[in-house]
């Protein structure tokens, strides 16, 4: 079993930036990959960003390409996502996940049932 805690959240004019990080505890070596999700009232949950564990691959949507960028301390156990260029329709409850499951992670990052374990999530809101 992995725990998930998500922080750092909280309201940003847009133009500004936030940064988000997840600390993970527990079965940390199930922690292939490490995942951002997103998700905003009314709306589907969807991939932000991703890094794999080994390697540090990282892939992106391409909404957030450019001003978004994810990281790992794997010594800490935490994956951070720096958020810039922050606008109105980035806000939303984000959420880290990990373990993925199955497939092909290049092709798949962003499919939220291929993870196994989920944080509670944080706010993330954007005024303009």
């Known amino acids: 079993q992995v725990h998930l805690v998500e922080s750092g959240g909280g309201s940003v004019q847009a133009g500004g930036s936030l940064s988000v990080s997840c600390a993970a505890s527990g079965a940390t070596n199930d922690m292939n990959v490490m995942g951002w999700f997103r998700q905003a009232p009314g709306k589907e949950r969807e991939g932000v960003a991703a890094i794999s564990t080994v390697g540090g691959i990282t892939h992106y949507a391409d909404s957030v390409k450019g001003r978004f960028t994810i990281s790992q301390d794997k010594a800490k156990n935490t994956v951070y996502l720096h958020m810039n260029s922050l606008q109105p329709e980035d806000t939303a409850m984000y959420l880290c996940?990990?373990?993925?499951?199955?497939?092909?992670?290049?092709?798949?990052?962003?499919?939220?049932?291929?993870?196994?374990?989920w944080g509670q999530g944080t706010q993330v809101t954007v005024s303009s």
């Open positions: 996940a990990t373990k993925f499951l199955f497939g092909d992670f290049g092709g798949r990052w962003s499919d939220r049932y291929r993870y196994n374990y």
